[in-house]
C-alpha cells in the first residue's frame, strides 16, 4: 500500500471511531500518522482532514493548546494561505484557543508568537484582545463583554464569527472558561505587583464574591502559576515567596562584604586625612 493510501485509509479510521464517539481509539489511530508526510506536495487536502479530525477528538478532551496548534497548521496550509476568507477564519480560531489555553510557559511562548504574526492587522478585534492578554493590567469582564463580545460571538458582515462561543452548549461552556482566563489573568497580575492584599480587595478587584476568588487562587497555586499564601484569620493572601536558607545566607553574607568594605576605605581616606593635616 503506498503511503498516501495508507494515510487514506488511516483517516477514514479515524473518521468512524469520530463517528460511533469512541475517542481512546481515535487517538491510538492518529499516532500512526507522521505529520511530515503533509509537507509532500498533494497532500493539503489530506492535511486539512486530518487536523479537522483533531480538533474534532481535542474538542471532546477540552485541550484549547492542542486545538490552537492544530488551526495554525491549518493557517500554515498554502491552499488556506491563497483565500482570506479562510485564512481569517482559521487565524481567528487561533487565537482564541490560545487565550482559552490555561496560562504555562508553552502558552505563554506561542501567545507571543502569535502576537507577532503581522497578519493580524487584518482582524484588528482579535489582535487587540490577543493584546489584553499580554499586557500587565487588570482586565474587567463586563469592559470585554462591551468591547469584544458581539464580534466573538455575532461577528459583523465584514468580520463573520468563529463557532468557537457561538449559542450552543460547547460555544457557553467555552464562553464561560473565557471569564476563567480573565480571572485568572488578574491573580497573576496582581501577584506580580503585591506582596500582600487582602481577600476582601482582591474579590472587589475580581468582581467576584471572596469565595469564589479563593477558589480561583486555590486552583492557580496547586498549578503552581503563582505562590500564595491565605491567612484566613486575618483575611490576607501574602505572594512573597519566602527565601531560599542558602540565598539568604548569601545575601547576608555579600552585604557584610560590601560594608566591610566601605568601613576600610572610609578608614583609609580618614587616615591620609589625617596625615596631610599633620604634614601642614
Not at 469584544?148 to 449559542?167: C, H, I, N, Q
Amino acid at each position: 500500500m503506498e503511503k498516501k493510501e495508507r494515510v487514506e485509509f488511516i483517516l477514514e479510521q479515524m473518521r468512524l471511531c469520530l463517528a460511533v464517539k469512541d475517542y481512546i481509539r481515535t487517538q491510538i489511530i492518529s499516532k500512526k500518522i507522521n505529520t511530515k508526510f503533509f509537507q509532500e506536495e498533494n497532500t493539503e487536502k489530506l492535511k486539512l482532514k486530518y487536523y479537522n479530525l483533531m480538533i474534532q477528538l481535542d474538542q471532546h478532551e477540552g485541550s484549547y493548546l492542542s486545538i490552537c496548534k492544530h488551526y495554525r497548521a491549518i493557517y500554515d496550509t498554502p491552499c488556506i494561505q491563497a483565500e482570506s476568507e479562510k485564512w481569517q477564519q482559521a487565524l481567528k480560531s487561533v487565537v482564541l484557543y490560545v487565550i482559552l489555553a490555561p496560562f504555562d510557559n508553552e502558552q505563554s511562548d506561542l501567545v507571543h508568537r502569535i502576537s507577532g504574526d503581522k497578519k493580524l492587522e487584518e482582524i484588528p478585534k482579535y489582535k487587540d484582545l490577543l493584546k489584553l492578554f499580554t499586557t500587565m493590567e487588570l482586565m474587567r469582564w463586563s469592559t470585554l463583554v462591551e468591547d469584544y463580545g458581539m464580534e466573538l460571538r455575532k461577528g459583523s458582515l465584514e468580520s463573520p464569527a468563529t463557532d468557537v462561543f457561538g449559542y450552543t452548549e460547547e460555544g457557553e461552556k467555552r464562553w464561560k472558561d473565557l471569564k476563567n482566563r480573565v480571572v485568572e489573568h488578574n491573580i497573576r497580575i496582581m501577584a506580580k505587583y503585591y506582596t500582600r492584599i487582602t481577600m476582601k480587595r482582591m474579590a472587589q478587584l475580581l468582581d467576584l464574591s471572596v469565595d469564589e476568588s479563593e477558589a480561583f487562587l486555590s486552583n492557580l497555586v496547586v498549578n503552581k502559576t503563582i505562590f500564595a499564601k491565605v491567612d484566613r484569620l486575618a483575611g490576607i493572601i501574602n505572594f512573597q515567596r519566602p527565601k531560599d536558607p542558602n540565598n539568604l545566607l548569601n545575601d547576608w553574607s555579600q552585604k557584610l562584604n560590601s560594608l566591610m568594605s566601605l568601613v576600610n576605605k572610609t578608614t583609609h581616606l580618614i587616615a591620609k586625612e589625617e596625615m596631610i593635616h599633620n604634614l601642614q
